[in-house]
């Protein structure tokens, strides 16, 4: 965050004028922090939310532990707390929003007609049927009160956005997408999440009630593209999936690795996905050895779907790791390849991912596990990967930027 303000015109944006200041995602207390220490920042009201049970920031900072993936009272505590803390914003100040990975979730206030229990049903209903995020976020925005611009919309001076993003697509770091835009207008229509919605079966009567009345014109939309009242916002993002990337190759550099990354980000089902990123990753850092003769780092990032049908316990970074273990075994070099999620956090488990290797599937006959892909048709993955001590715990880093892939080849590793 002090990195990011070095810049003149960043610097300007937080130093002004006085701050009312709504920190929301898995980055917001690093974030706040950060921001306390830059010269000249005057914070006359702030409101800040994220996954931790509890934090000690100094005052006028509120904080406010709240849900994720599936947002939970805290999450509309905190977003009714947002859109006070915007409302009390005066014209001669300006509402600084500090977004980050889970913002969507951790940063909630139900639009009328629909209860929390009712939003976080059909939140569930959305991922676990894979849909991509930025359609996950599109029915997020129009039952919501915050998101869709209407934070920015309640504010009452103009609003400065910095943001982390972990949005990969369709469009890289789209604002719109990031946190479901609540300070940036939105392109999507009630017409759009409808169709979203109405896809997975048992969605909720009161969710496509109030979806049906917006596509109507009951409803007011969400803040549209050129939106006189918005005109004096700014917006910038401050940290994506490429610093997480520049960090790997950076640390691989040091170790004495060849180094290379893949700029296409990572998106899809990822049991369909692995197999042919795994071999385009192979495949460079195969090339990288013979170019420099010594061990190779490929590194990627992005982020993976999956489409829920078992009742075992895993995640996208787990499940792509477990899809390439055969791959791995038949490659005939010695070869280890992980995913993790740079959250520490890889579904509804406690790894951030695992790693796989020429020697996982020999490891996992002799101890007895069943075939990769019975625990890819269970969804359950972890615990493949628990039995074998192949699975990747980090612990919540605080912050999100997606999910890391490295291929490491010419380890010394041999097979067993």
Same mark, same amino acid.
């Given at each position: 965050m002090r990195e990011a303000l070095t810049d003149p015109a960043a610097r300007e944006s937080v130093t002004g004028a006085p /701050?009312? %200041? %709504?920190?929301?995602?898995?980055?917001? =207390?690093?974030?706040?922090? *950060? /921001?306390?220490?830059?010269?000249g920042v005057q914070i006359v009201r702030g409101v800040a939310v994220g996954p931790a049970r509890s934090t000690s920031l100094p005052a006028p900072f509120a904080w406010y532990a709240a849900g994720h993936p599936l947002p939970t009272r805290g999450s509309v505590d905190a977003g009714l707390a947002a859109l006070r803390c915007a409302e009390e914003t005066r014209a001669s100040e300006r509402l600084l929003v500090l977004l980050s990975g889970g913002a969507s979730a951790l940063l909630a206030a139900p639009a009328a007609g629909v209860t +929390?229990? =009712?939003?976080? =049903?059909? @939140?569930? /209903? +959305? /991922?676990s049927s894979g849909v991509p995020i930025h359609e996950l976020n599109c029915v997020r925005k129009h039952l919501s009160s915050v998101k869709g611009g209407r934070l920015a919309l309640a504010a009452g001076g103009p609003t400065v956005t910095l943001a982390i993003s972990d949005v990969v697509s369709p469009r890289e770091d789209d604002p719109s997408v990031i946190g479901s835009g609540p300070t940036v207008p939105d392109g999507t229509s009630y017409a759009e999440a409808l169709a979203i919605a109405s896809r997975p079966a048992r969605m909720p009567a009161a969710v496509l009630e109030l979806l049906e009345q917006g596509c109507a014109g009951a409803l007011d939309e969400t803040l549209k593209p050129g939106d006189a009242r918005v005109t004096a916002s700014s917006y910038r993002v401050i940290g994506s999936r490429r610093q997480a990337m520049d960090g790997a190759l950076c640390a691989a550099r040091e170790l004495g690795y060849a180094v290379a990354s893949c700029d296409t980000p990572v998106t899809g089902e990822a049991r369909v996905t692995s197999p042919s990123h795994v071999q385009s990753l192979l495949d460079l850092s195969q090339a990288l050895r013979r170019e420099h003769d010594g061990p190779a780092c490929v590194v990627s990032s992005g982020e993976t779907t999956v489409t %829920? @049908? *078992?009742?075992?316990? *895993?995640?996208?970074?787990?499940e792509m790791a477990l899809s390439a273990a055969a791959q791995l075994q038949d490659a005939g070099v010695d070869a280890v390849f992980a995913s993790v999620g740079t959250d520490g956090v890889d579904g509804p488990t406690d790894a951030a991912g695992a790693f796989v290797d020429m020697t996982t599937m020999a490891r996992a006959r002799a101890a007895g596990l069943a075939a990769p892909s019975r625990y890819l048709e269970r969804n359950d993955s972890y615990q493949f990967f628990g039995a074998l001590g192949d699975l990747i715990m980090t612990g919540p880093t605080g912050t999100n930027v997606g999910d890391l892939q490295i291929m490491l080849t010419g380890t010394g590793r041999e097979a067993s």
């Amino acid at each position: 965050m002090r990195e990011a303000l070095t810049d003149p015109a960043a610097r300007e944006s937080v130093t002004g004028a006085p /701050l009312s %200041v %709504v920190a929301a995602g898995k980055a917001a =207390e690093g974030m706040v922090r *950060g /921001l306390l220490v830059v010269p000249g920042v005057q914070i006359v009201r702030g409101v800040a939310v994220g996954p931790a049970r509890s934090t000690s920031l100094p005052a006028p900072f509120a904080w406010y532990a709240a849900g994720h993936p599936l947002p939970t009272r805290g999450s509309v505590d905190a977003g009714l707390a947002a859109l006070r803390c915007a409302e009390e914003t005066r014209a001669s100040e300006r509402l600084l929003v500090l977004l980050s990975g889970g913002a969507s979730a951790l940063l909630a206030a139900p639009a009328a007609g629909v209860t +929390l229990a =009712e939003k976080v =049903e059909a @939140t569930r /209903l +959305l /991922l676990s049927s894979g849909v991509p995020i930025h359609e996950l976020n599109c029915v997020r925005k129009h039952l919501s009160s915050v998101k869709g611009g209407r934070l920015a919309l309640a504010a009452g001076g103009p609003t400065v956005t910095l943001a982390i993003s972990d949005v990969v697509s369709p469009r890289e770091d789209d604002p719109s997408v990031i946190g479901s835009g609540p300070t940036v207008p939105d392109g999507t229509s009630y017409a759009e999440a409808l169709a979203i919605a109405s896809r997975p079966a048992r969605m909720p009567a009161a969710v496509l009630e109030l979806l049906e009345q917006g596509c109507a014109g009951a409803l007011d939309e969400t803040l549209k593209p050129g939106d006189a009242r918005v005109t004096a916002s700014s917006y910038r993002v401050i940290g994506s999936r490429r610093q997480a990337m520049d960090g790997a190759l950076c640390a691989a550099r040091e170790l004495g690795y060849a180094v290379a990354s893949c700029d296409t980000p990572v998106t899809g089902e990822a049991r369909v996905t692995s197999p042919s990123h795994v071999q385009s990753l192979l495949d460079l850092s195969q090339a990288l050895r013979r170019e420099h003769d010594g061990p190779a780092c490929v590194v990627s990032s992005g982020e993976t779907t999956v489409t %829920v @049908t *078992g009742s075992g316990r *895993g995640g996208r970074n787990q499940e792509m790791a477990l899809s390439a273990a055969a791959q791995l075994q038949d490659a005939g070099v010695d070869a280890v390849f992980a995913s993790v999620g740079t959250d520490g956090v890889d579904g509804p488990t406690d790894a951030a991912g695992a790693f796989v290797d020429m020697t996982t599937m020999a490891r996992a006959r002799a101890a007895g596990l069943a075939a990769p892909s019975r625990y890819l048709e269970r969804n359950d993955s972890y615990q493949f990967f628990g039995a074998l001590g192949d699975l990747i715990m980090t612990g919540p880093t605080g912050t999100n930027v997606g999910d890391l892939q490295i291929m490491l080849t010419g380890t010394g590793r041999e097979a067993s």
